[in-house]
């Protein structure tokens, strides 16, 4: 099966000090991955994963020491997983506001597509 996983972009996958979400994330990617799924990890380039990685920032917001607007980023990485959401057969939220960001996902897929989206999505 092949897997999206949109992390938070706030923490690394797996955190290096706090990340409840960015933890669970990186044990379910990486079993995954162990179990023989196709599994793309989108998350913060300092993340370390056996899966593919798609980063859209260096890394992990809360460590950069650069200023930045975190919804920009975040909007970044929608938009990435928009453009490649036809090679999945799941996209999987675990990003904050997942559910809005999911929404955002399934409309423009259906828009582009004008019929259901050709992955289904799974929001945590």
Not at 20 to 39: A, C, F, K
Not at 52 to 76: C, G, Y
Request: proline share 3%; hydrophobic share 40%; aromatic share 6%.
């Amino acid at each position: 099966m092949k897997i999206a996983q949109v992390a938070p972009l706030t923490e690394s996958v797996s955190p290096k000090t706090y990340g409840g979400i960015e933890r669970v994330v990186s044990y379910l990617t990486e079993e995954l991955v162990s179990q023989g799924h196709d599994v793309t990890l989108f998350a913060s380039g300092d993340s370390i994963t056996n899966a593919d990685h798609v980063a859209v920032v260096d890394r992990s917001l809360r460590l950069s020491e650069q200023e930045h607007d975190a919804l920009v980023w975040h909007m970044r990485q929608i938009m990435e997983v928009i453009r490649m959401a036809d090679r999945f057969d799941i996209i999987h939220f675990s990003a904050h506001d997942g559910a809005v960001f999911a929404g955002l996902v399934y409309g423009q897929l259906t828009e582009r597509t004008d019929r259901r989206p050709p992955a289904s999505l799974v929001c945590v």
